[in-house]
């Protein structure tokens, strides 16, 4: 950056830099040190620039700013950048911060209702068919028993008395009890992303339990708000912005349970974002 952006400003948490001029500048935040300067900001509200170490006066550096100092040597050891988040940028969060807190998101359990029985299933079968034979018993059986093992599988089952279930259970007929399990982002989206035989099972799940996708949903759009808040949405990922990548995939969640189908773009939505989530 050019260094006639060595600018004065006014700001009671200023942080003062000596340039190699010999002219002090006061800076309203420092945000990291990367190995060709420091990325500051001028005047609060500012967009983040860098300037270069040469710009500055690093022996005024080691005498009043020990922080930026040691991120200078750390630098010159090797390191490819030292996040400081001095003055403004207190609080502040950068993107591959704000990427681990998605890729939380996405691998942390969460819990939703498990369906109750086979006949459930089978009469949710028979109502979008009209017809039923014992090959349809089979089938939707198998397909019910695919989805639950595709989505929970792996996780522990309890009953709504807080009991643990001991093995995964499939149908539990006439029970007075209700039953939870928990699931990952990670593990829905990757069911939605790729080829299954128990899709329907699915949305039938969905469209009576919306929470595994609505709260899915709803916690990506927690992360959403830090990216807008912290002004990283418009960083670009292999197939967009990581806000677009976030919007696209927040509609489609909300858009699931209200479909019958599940179309084709929509596998591959889900796909690639877990390609930008765990690609970073």
Do not use: C
């Not at 990506?220 to 990581?242: M, P, R, S």
């Amino acid at each position: 950056m050019a260094a006639s952006l060595l600018l004065s400003v006014s700001s009671l948490h200023a942080i003062p830099l000596m340039g190699a001029n010999g002219k002090e500048v006061d800076f309203a935040g420092v945000l990291k040190a990367t190995q060709t300067g420091l990325v500051v900001m001028i005047k609060p509200g500012d967009e983040p620039m860098e300037v270069p170490w040469e710009r500055f006066d690093l022996i005024f550096i080691e005498e009043n700013h020990p922080k930026i100092y040691d991120a200078y040597n750390d630098i010159y050891q090797g390191e490819k950048e030292v996040v400081l988040k001095l003055g403004t940028f207190k609080g502040f969060k950068t993107y591959d911060e704000l990427m681990a807190e998605l890729k939380k998101t996405m691998s942390e359990p969460y819990v939703v209702p498990l369906p109750s029985s086979y006949d459930y299933w089978l009469s949710r079968y028979y109502e979008r068919n009209r017809s039923y034979d014992h090959d349809d018993y089979i089938r939707a059986r198998r397909e019910y028993y695919n989805m639950v093992h595709a989505l929970f599988d792996g996780y522990r089952v309890r009953r709504s008395d807080g009991t643990t279930v001991r093995y995964h259970y499939y149908s539990y007929y006439g029970s007075s009890y209700s039953y939870i399990v928990e699931t990952t982002g990670e593990r829905v989206l990757s069911f939605f992303s790729n080829d299954k035989s128990s899709f329907h099972a699915a949305l039938d799940y969905i469209s009576d339990h919306p929470g595994l996708l609505i709260g899915l949903a709803d916690q990506l759009k927690a992360n959403h708000k830090q990216f807008v808040e912290n002004g990283h949405t418009n960083v670009q990922t292999d197939y967009g912005t990581i806000g677009y990548m976030l919007e696209k995939t927040i509609k489609n969640l909300e858009r699931l349970p209200k479909s019958r189908s599940f179309p084709t773009g929509m596998k591959r939505d889900f796909e690639r974002f877990l390609h930008v989530v765990n690609e970073g």
